[in-house]
């Protein structure tokens, strides 16, 4: 990664400066803006996209809420990640934000390193999602055709291919993919290599969670580990199975967006993936078996 842009909009000069500062280096390519309205101006020039929007909650005029709302109901300008930094941390506030689509936070005054991290984090998940869903778009029509499956993967990259031919299914593959590549690798990492959530969190602050994946996929213990994708086409639904060799993880604390944890640079995949990728999804057993459907009239 490098070289992505991003707007940062707050109504508070000094705030633009400090976020400046913590992202001098990095090598992205930063604009400012001091007004919702100013901003929403600049999403729509067309002469250049933005990857990553850094949005001051509370200004004066269209906050930093209304411009998100906004921007969820352009169909060019709905994919672009948000971190909203914000002093309202009150967890109905910050769960006002999650389903508004802001998926990343930053508490105002922040850790320069946390905001590092978060803009890290958004970057590479949107970069992720782009990169599955022109994916999708390369595969071949045959895979419509398909009536049941069963695969196995065992690395990140297994996943995120499998993921992206699967996708491919069901009535909307963009839709699809990422869902089914967040309950896949959380089969890799949490699952087969026990990468605890707690453990990410660190590696994600320290951009060293591929390397340490890639280091536990060699470890004698995890050689022999494969997680499995069933696939089953019926007449009014396309149903997935994923199971893994893990010792499985309690469900419910990830299946909606829980304020507490949207801090984290990580824990906000499944919430996603049930909300927008399926139409129902339930985690079996121990918790290392999801299953997780897609209805065929879903082409919303």
Known sequence: MGNERILVVDDEPFNLQIIAECLDGC?????????????????????GGFDLLVLDRMMPGMD???????????????????????????????????EAGAYYYL??????????????????????????????????????LITSGEFRFRTLQDAQNLAALAALCTPVPER????????????????????????????????????????????????????????????????????????GFDSSNYLEFDPSRAFDPNGRGIAIAQQLSFSRLEYLGKGNVVVAAISRQDTE
């Open 107 to 144: 508490t105002k005054p922040f850790d320069p390193q946390a905001l590092v991290t978060i803009v890290r984090a958004a970057l590479s998940d949107a970069l992720q999602r782009n990169e599955l869903v022109h994916q999708v778009e390369r595969q071949a029509e045959a895979m419509r």
């Open 64 to 98: 930093g809420m209304q411009l998100l709302r906004t921007m969820k109901q352009d169909q060019y300008l709905a994919e672009i990640p948000v971190i909203m930094q914000t002093a309202a941390a009150a967890p109905d506030q910050v769960r006002e934000g999650l």
């Open 27 to 47: 090598g992205y390519r930063l604009s400012f803006a001091e007004t919702g309205e100013q901003a929403w101006n600049m999403l729509q020039d067309t002469s």
């Open 176 to 247: 699809a993919v990422m869902g089914l590549a967040e309950l896949m690798v959380n089969a890799v990492e949490h699952g087969n290599l026990g990468i605890s959530y707690r453990e990410k969190s660190l590696l994600k602050r320290e951009d060293r969670w591929r390397e340490e994946i890639d280091q536990r996929l060699k470890q004698p213990q995890f050689q022999d580990r494969w997680a499995k994708l069933c696939i089953e086409c019926g007449a009014d639904e396309i149903r997935f199975r994923v199971e893994d060799q893990g010792e």
